[in-house]
């Protein structure tokens, strides 16, 4: 669930027992035992009269709202699914002044002065964060755990198969079912990204990661046209629904890419016609970027007076110099060249146009021969040490993961027949790093 890109309250020694008991659905509060003063947040020491001698008390749950503010945009992204959402300060009986949200009812419906009862969002399987909702049961709109909310949930885990998607095809296939394609199908539509194929990708990315013959996934446009130009401007039916397409594009289309980066195989992509805004960010989330020497790149958002939405501005920065990152991005050029984007740093290469499909094989069936947890490996070793830790993390990062491939069986039988009689080993063994690591 979304849920858990959110970030968590840090649990600190004096904390856990509150955290503990939000878990139970209860609220503490602390209590000086030298003073009598309850305080808010639990803390070390009472800051009345910084007496250690502190314990718990349970609250009622009841409070009044002191003040609120709604939010409607303009947050930060991982809490963007939410909007609309209420931010208030309440006061319980306990004389403690708090600040959370007002869940479960209507936003215009949150009046200060309004009586509220505390109900517990379970954010993490260690973590339920106190939340407030009306006291007045008419006021409230159905919680998010009733059944109707599971009955969703289920759906979209279990509701889509490759069979039922309408916006891409998703085929497996090569040398030992070791290739995965995913094509984006709406050739007629530059393959511009809507709801539907938002849904989908997302769905075929996670499905891919179970695939266990699976080392690589292609992603590619169908038709000659488009790689992808992004987001299906379509989605932006009026303006009464702008609220609801700004949402979609920052929460959802941000979770494609997500999807992407996150899905443990080696993911291509191959890039011919427009690959433009969305279309280009969708693309700095894969891992290999293969392109048609004729296509044209560019991010255009800047054109429309925003910015590229679903990871460009944080990618291609992180994917070439600098300089030419600010110039893609600000110049709103949507007529960079293959060569030229090649040039500047971005692509992994380009091929000539007659050579592209044939080359393309090539590099993909070369990949896909290695073995599938191995590509993984390397791909989670070298996103941690490109996302900029430290050179000595990253040697431990490398460290382990080549210690946990050396575990597999086949690798411990090969080392042992090396130990054994090192001259049957054929002349490919040989060759492969394992076996020279070994000696
Ligand atoms: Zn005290």
Not at 384 to 405: F, K
Request: aromatic letters at 8%; hydrophobic letters at 40%; glycine letters at 6%.
């Amino acid at each position: 669930m979304t849920q858990t890109q959110r970030p968590i309250p840090v649990m600190q020694p004096w904390t856990r027992d509150f955290w503990k008991a939000t878990k139970q659905g209860k609220l503490l509060i602390q209590h000086c035992d030298n003073c009598n003063s309850n305080i808010f947040f639990p803390k070390k020491v009472c800051p009345e009269c910084w007496s250690d001698h502190l314990d718990w008390q349970e609250a009622s749950g009841k409070a009044t709202v002191y003040t609120f503010t709604t939010m409607l945009d303009m947050v930060e992204p991982k809490f963007m699914g939410d909007l609309p959402y209420v931010i208030a300060m309440v006061d319980l009986k306990e004389g403690i002044r708090m600040t959370t949200r007002i869940v479960n009812c209507n936003p215009d419906d949150v009046e200060i002065g309004m009586n509220v009862e505390v109900v517990f969002e379970e954010v993490s399987p260690e973590c339920s964060l106190p939340m407030f909702q009306p006291a007045d049961e008419t006021l409230r709109l159905a919680s998010p755990d009733s059944e109707d909310g599971e009955a969703v949930a289920a759906e979209s885990e279990t509701g889509m198969s490759p069979d039922a998607y309408q916006t891409i095809i998703y085929e497996i296939g090569g040398n030992n079912d070791a290739v995965c394609t995913i094509t984006l199908n709406r050739p007629d539509k530059y393959n511009a990204i809507n709801r539907r194929m938002a849904a989908e990708l997302i769905d075929a990315f996670r499905r891919v990661r179970d695939e266990a013959s699976v080392g690589v996934v292609v992603l590619a446009g169908a038709g000659e046209k488009a790689f992808c130009t992004g987001g299906d401007l379509e989605i932006f039916p009026s303006l009464a629904e702008h609220q609801n397409s700004l949402n979609w594009l920052s929460h959802e289309g941000l979770d494609v890419q997500r999807a992407i980066s996150s899905c443990e195989k080696v993911v291509i992509c191959k890039i011919n016609g427009h690959c433009l805004a969305g279309g280009l960010e969708v693309a700095l989330a894969c891992d290999l970027l293969y392109v048609k020497e004729s296509a044209k790149m560019g991010t255009t958002e800047i054109n429309m007076g925003v910015l590229p939405g679903w990871g460009g501005t944080a990618r291609l920065p992180r994917s070439m110099p600098i300089f030419r990152a600010r110039e893609i991005i600000f110049s709103g050029r949507k007529d960079y060249t293959a060569r030229e984007m090649y040039d500047m740093g971005l692509l992994t290469r380009v091929f000539k146009d007659d050579e592209f499909e044939a080359q393309f094989e090539k590099v993909v069936n070369n990949i896909a021969s290695k073995k599938p947890v191995a590509l993984r490996m390397g791909k989670e070793i070298m996103a941690r040490s490109a996302d900029g830790c430290d050179m000595e993390t990253a040697l431990a990062v490398e460290r382990n993961g080549i210690q946990w491939l050396t575990y597999a069986p086949d690798i411990q039988k090969m080392m042992d027949q090396f130990r054994a009689a090192p001259d049957q080993l054929t002349q490919s063994q040989k060759k492969s790093n394992i076996a020279s690591d070994a000696t």
